[in-house]
Nanobody, 118 residues
Framework: QRQLVESGGGSVQPGGSLRLSCAAS????????IGWFRQAPGKEREGVSC????????TYVDAVKGRFTASREDAKNTVFLQMDSLQPEDTAIYYC???????????WGRGTQVTVSS
């Protein structure tokens, strides 16, 4: 069974940092693009970052550029999202997903909650 499990969420104050992990089982992450997405209360899910299956392709939504860094360690079958300078508007459930490209995600994790408040 192909699965993704996110971890590393939590509550932090503005300006703080968190590192999210997305671990895969039942398939090799190295064959897929991996996207990070988030959904805030009352809002639609939005893409945060996309990392290609060779690690050379890497994009971010404008709102997180310069603050978030996605990386992958295929040997560990894990992808990370380092989030720095967190702001209250970053509060959301964060999901990772895998697919042949980030607009075509078909394997989803269950999400991890990130809350940024003072």
């Amino acid at each position: 069974q192909r699965q993704l499990v996110e971890s590393g969420g939590g509550s932090v104050q503005p300006g703080g940092s968190l590192r999210l992990s997305c671990a895969a089982s039942g398939f090799s992450m190295g064959d897929y693009f991996i996207g990070w997405f988030r959904q805030a209360p009352g809002k639609e899910r939005e893409g945060v970052s996309c990392i290609g299956n060779d690690g050379d392709f890497l994009t971010y939504v404008d709102a997180v550029k310069g603050r978030f860094t996605a990386s992958r360690e295929d040997a560990k079958n894990t992808v990370f999202l380092q989030m720095d300078s967190l702001q209250p508007e970053d509060t959301a459930i964060y999901y990772c997903g895998a697919g042949p490209d980030c607009p075509y995600i078909h394997i989803w994790g269950r999400g991890t909650q990130v809350t940024v408040s003072s």
